[in-house]
Each structure stands twice: as structure tokens, then as C-alpha cells.
């Protein structure tokens, strides 16, 4: 395969508040296939770029946004001004399933995480940022964002767009 499609639909804005409250739908055991795992973009207030910035973009896939915002929230969250959360779910029926046990899905939501990370840089995320993700075995990859996206482009195109 030379080219793969990630679909990811965005939504948000939310809180930290509303996020660690109703984002909590882990599915049934041992499964968990519900709706509240997949990618996130964190904006906020930045010293040098003002308000609406983006600052980080993460992943939570073996954990809830919920659990994963709890974490956030005591780690650094608390301290920043005008917090906003976009939050994307990827699913393509045709290539993720419970068959394989989620790991086509998992890939997926980690290589679409490093190729945000290596194409918009957010202030605060460390690792993705200088060298781009590995994409074997593909040589291009598509994610197409739908709904609320806010900042980010509708598609980003790896490689291409470095």
C-alpha cells in the first residue's frame, strides 16, 4: 500500500471541566470500543502568541479522555488561562476492529498524533516535534479532518506538507 486515509471528526470546544465529566465512555469489557478514546488539541493563552494558541496535541487511547484530562488537569491544566479542547475521534469501519484487537486503530491514532505534533509544532509538546514519524509501510498518508477542527487544516498530507 502506498497511501493510507485517517478520517478523524473533530469536536468542541470543551472545558477541562466538561471533558473529565462526560467524556467517559470506555465501552464494554474486555473491548473497549466506546466513543471517548482518540486525539486531542489543546488551546489556550501563550506568553509570545496570545490567546487561542494552540499548545498541545495527545492521544488517549488506553484511557478515556476523562482519565486521561484528569491527568492533565492535575499535571499542568490548572494553571493555564482560557482553556479550550478540541477532541478527535478516528474510526474507519473497512480498517479498524475488534479482530485485530484495536491495534490497526491504535497505529492510527498514534502516527496521526506524531504527524500533527511534526507539522504544527504545539508550544508545549517535547517529542515528535524535530524528526518526522516514521510512515512505513506507507509513503503518504492522508488525515482528513471533519467538523469542528478549529485551527487545524481540512487534510494534512504526509509527507508531503513538511
Known sequence: MNRLEIPIEWSGAFSLE????????EGDPP???GEDYG???IYGQHILCGADTLLYIG???NQTFSLRF????REWLHDEADVQIYLGRVYDPKRHSKSDDWDSWK???ELAEKILIHKYSPHYNSTSI???P???PFKNIRLIHTSNRHQLEKEDNAPKDW
Open 18 to 25: 466538561e471533558v473529565i465529566a462526560e467524556m467517559t465512555d
Open 31 to 33: 473491548d473497549y470500543s
Open 39 to 41: 486525539l486531542y488539541q
Open 59 to 61: 492521544k488517549a487511547t
Open 70 to 73: 484528569q491527568q492533565h488537569g
Open 107 to 109: 497505529w492510527d491514532v
Open 130 to 132: 524535530s524528526n518526522p
Open 134 to 136: 516514521v510512515l512505513e
